[in-house]
């Protein structure tokens, strides 16, 4: 059954500065989105305001599944509801390892080992990093490839991935596009991607491009969107929006 991400005049302050000011988003499930955008425009702000971060306050809009409200939900509620957040910079989580977090998430226990291994040999992660706690001592492309080992396991309606592709080698860079790719067919997940690069998107075919300027949606378009940027640059959106 077909869902539908719906995000409407979201706005959001960050350190008593209003950085999303209205934001509209609509995907269903089976559909790849992408964020595109200069620094500071507010993506990872999006994220961190999706997930439920309690230092992103939200001044106004609405976030829904099916109808479904998130925004009144707390972030394990809202991972419950389907919605699963990737970081841009992953947070080190001492004592805890990655199997407890999919546990505590309530993943079928049947063979868990294993399918975490399946998991990690589908973004090229050596297994022994599963036995680490989450995200310590883990290089950056490691801590990745670790998000995209839940993601596969957890299975989410849709996910919001910020800037997976950073730090990653060229051939992790392949292997998780084609993981999200994969995704995007096996169980019709609704993929979010926030990237500055065209790179993730040879393998990871998008539905529609958008591009953030300011906290707003300034520009939507398909996949030759992201070629007119690396061209370009942003300078020709930013007249747009002003
Ligand atoms: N926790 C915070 N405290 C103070 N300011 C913040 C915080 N988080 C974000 N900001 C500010 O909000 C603005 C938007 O930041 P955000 O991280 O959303 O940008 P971004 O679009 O993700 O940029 P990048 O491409 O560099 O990742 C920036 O000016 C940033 O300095
Ligand atoms: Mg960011």
């Not at 939900?73 to 999919?102: C, T």
Request: charged letters at 25%; a negative charge.
């Amino acid at each position: 059954m077909t869902s539908t991400l719906i995000i409407e005049g979201l706005r959001v302050e960050v350190a008593g500065k209003e950085v999303l000011r209205g934001f509209d988003l609509l995907m269903r499930t089976g559909e790849v989105h992408v964020i595109m955008g200069p620094n500071g425009s507010g993506k990872s702000t999006l994220a961190h305001a999706l997930t439920g971060h309690p230092g992103y306050k939200v001044l106004g809009g609405s976030v829904r599944i099916d109808d479904v409200e998130l925004l009144t939900m707390s972030p394990s509620e809202r991972a419950r509801h389907g919605l699963l957040l990737a970081m841009q910079q992953p947070l080190e989580v001492a004592g805890v390892r990655p199997i407890d977090l999919l546990i505590a998430a309530g993943v079928d226990p049947t063979n868990l080992r294993q399918r975490m291994r399946d998991e990690a040999e589908r973004v090229e992660l050596r297994p022994e990093i599963l036995d680490r706690f989450v995200n310590v001592d883990l290089s950056g492309g490691e801590r990745k490839r670790a998000e995209m080992v839940q993601f596969g396991m957890l299975r989410p309606k849709f996910a919001v991935l910020d800037e997976i592709d950073s730090g990653l080698d060229v051939d992790a860079l392949g292997a998780v596009a084609r993981r999200l790719s994969l995704a995007s067919n096996e169980w019709e997940c609704g993929i979010l991607v926030i990237t500055h690069f065209k790179r993730l998107l040879q393998e990871l075919t998008p539905t529609m491009i958008h591009v953030l300027s300011e906290g707003r949606v300034v520009a939507t378009g398909g996949p030759e969107l992201s070629e007119i940027l690396e061209r370009d640059g942003y300078e020709p959106f930013r007249v747009a929006s002003a």
